[in-house]
């Protein structure tokens, strides 16, 4: 049985509290190791990072937005500020990336507005 911190038994939804702290710690970890992962280009870390991300996201369906208290806000509203400053990162290097390789190839970027677009799209 799950003792409180002052001895009593713990209810239910603090047990499920506890484990949405684990869970959501968990996450912070694997968006930490990701961003190292961005940071050095670490294929494979990225790979794993995406499958325990997913995998964590599984357990976080199961959750009772009840269970949801002050100190799991917090780590929810980390975890989010992680995971946009991963996929702003991930857009970065996609961008480097397809610039590179546009320059190789001597392609034009496709999709790319031209300096008239806001002209021509203003008289529509």
Do not use: F, H
């Amino acid at each position: 049985m799950t003792r409180r911190a002052g001895g009593g038994p713990a209810s239910a939804a603090d047990a499920g509290g506890t484990e949405l702290r684990e869970i959501l710690r968990q996450m912070l970890a694997v968006l930490e190791g990701e961003r190292q992962a961005l940071a050095g280009l670490d294929l494979d870390a990225i790979i794993g990072a995406t499958r325990d991300k997913d995998r964590l996201c599984g357990s976080l369906d199961a959750v009772d937005a009840a269970e949801i208290d002050d100190e799991c806000r917090s780590l929810l509203e980390a975890a989010r500020r992680l995971n946009e400053i991963n996929r702003q990162v991930r857009n970065i290097i996609a961008a480097n990336v397809a610039t590179r390789l546009n320059m190789l190839t001597g392609a034009p970027q496709l999709y790319r507005a031209g300096a008239n677009y806001a002209l021509v799209a203003g008289r529509a």
